[in-house]
């Protein structure tokens, strides 16, 4: 059960095994995308189909004959990679219960953009976790984990890429243990102290918004955390402080340029462009103007002047 090429990677992955049958997959509906409203086919159902695999595409995952369908399957597990909160008439059918596989190390980051707020609050480490789900989501019993090192510059897109590898590699094994009854599970741990695990709400646009009244290390964090997709924005001011525009920075470098709240907010050294933060200044190496392509800063300053131009700097 799922939707996005995350999942449809591990489709694959559990496709190529000798050890497991897949009896169908279950996927969201097709949609209308793209500029042409075109009808769309999920990844999963791509997938899916080209190697002949019955497809179900609920609307409704309470819907009697949908779980009619599913009891004939007669399936011993199901598996969830990147979907919809199952009902329990659904999680609680098979045999052998059903299991999801979480982009992070449980009981951290639950929710749905882990791998985004992971970079975002400067982790240092992530991983992966398969669990039997339950009633309170991202909470079930943990089956396995497997770690991987976030490095400074990591963006989100590379990191998604080898999670991804490192998911398939992991619900696979999972699946075998469950099969050969060889797996144990555990608990997830929960702080006994008052410090909050660090969570993993839905990010939107207005989330996107740069603070630049923070140091630049958490800023550069920030716009890792959210590059490519969806990408931390700000407004560029004219001389009057009107917003002129919008633009997505895609990726940055930490510099040791010292900056103050006297400093200029934008400064242009040979084909550069650096960001006052709140300590000292970062350095925007790739953009996105706002209904343009994405573009290296010296493409930008090529066809485009930042003269008397500013940031405008979001209040907290």
């Not at 749905?112 to 909470?139: H, L, R, S, Y």
């Not at 089956?143 to 998911?167: A, F, H, S």
């Not at 930490?254 to 103050?260: G, V």
């Not at 090529?302 to 003269?307: C, P, Y």
């Amino acid at each position: 059960m799922g939707t996005p090429e995350f999942a449809s990677h591990i489709l694959k992955k559990l496709i190529g095994s000798d050890e497991i049958d897949i009896l169908a997959v279950v996927t969201a509906p097709d949609r209308q995308a793209g500029r042409g409203r075109k009808i769309r086919k999920s990844d999963v159902k791509e997938c899916a189909e080209s190697n002949q695999i019955k497809v179900l595409q609920p609307t409704n995952l309470k819907d009697p004959s949908f779980n009619c369908e599913l009891e004939r399957l007669g399936a011993d597990l199901f598996v969830v990679v990147a979907f919809r909160m199952l009902p329990e008439m659904v999680w609680s059918m098979p045999a052998k219960g059903t299991i999801n596989l979480h982009a992070s190390l449980l009981p951290n980051y639950r929710g749905a953009a882990p791998i985004n707020w992971a970079i975002i609050n400067g982790e240092t480490e992530t991983g992966v976790t398969t669990f039997f789900i339950e009633k309170q989501i991202d909470t079930g019993e943990i089956l396995e984990q497997r770690k991987t090192v976030i490095d400074p510059n990591e963006t989100v897109g590379g990191l998604y890429n080898r999670l991804m590898e490192l998911g398939a590699t992991t619900t696979l094994s999972t699946i075998v243990a469950i099969k050969n009854d060889t797996i144990e599970s555990f608990p997830q741990e929960i702080p006994k102290t008052d410090q909050r695990l660090p969570s993993a709400p839905k990010i939107f646009k207005d989330d996107c918004q740069i603070s630049f009244n923070q140091e630049a290390k958490q800023v550069h964090n920030f716009c890792r955390g959210l590059s490519p997709y969806p990408g931390a924005w700000f407004q560029l001011l004219d001389d009057s402080s009107r917003v002129i525009k919008e633009m997505k920075v895609l990726l940055t470098l930490l510099t040791d340029r010292k900056a103050n709240s006297n400093s200029k907010s934008i400064l242009i050294e040979n084909g550069q462009i650096f960001l006052r933060c709140a300590d000292r200044y970062i350095e925007v190496v790739g953009l996105q103007p706002e209904g343009k392509r994405r573009m290296s800063s010296s493409e930008f300053l090529a066809g485009n002047s930042l003269d008397g131009q500013s940031i405008n700097v979001k209040q907290e």
